[in-house]
Nanobody
Framework: QVQLVESGGGLVQPGGSLRLSCAAS????????MAWYRQAPGKERDLVAR???????NYADSVKGRFTISRDNAKNTIYLQMDSLKPEDTGVYYC??????????WGQGTQVTVSS
């Protein structure tokens, strides 16, 4: 089974940028959906961005125009470029993939803190 490892989180000032990476232990070429979720302190885990195998993307309204989800099949890696970060973007970010057989796999999460 594919395993996911996120990296790239950290502390950044408002207006700054971070790029999160999600490295898969196996090929992501046949994954149906790849996504990033965010869980803020005391809140539920919410969808941030989704990328289908066909290339269609969906973003939460709160991050549209600021975040970009992408993939590198050669590196088996999914990315989340986050620009113009705001304090409300703070949370643990989780990578998620769903196979065509509807198996959902989560990474362990990476902390993003936006604060001055």
């Amino acid at each position: 089974q594919v395993q996911l490892v996120e990296s790239g989180g950290g502390l950044v000032q408002p207006g700054g940028s971070l790029r999160l990476s999600c490295a898969a232990s196996g090929s992501i070429r046949t994954i149906a959906v790849m996504a990033w979720y965010r869980q803020a302190p005391g809140k539920e885990r919410d969808l941030v961005a989704r990328l289908s195998r066909s290339g269609l993307t969906n973003y939460a309204d709160s991050v549209k125009g600021r975040f970009t989800i992408s993939r590198d099949n050669a590196k088996n890696t999914i990315y989340l470029q986050m620009d113009s970060l705001k304090p409300e973007d703070t949370g643990v970010y989780y990578c998620n993939i769903i196979s065509f057989s509807d198996i959902s796999i989560w990474g362990q999460g990476t902390q993003v803190t936006v604060s001055s």
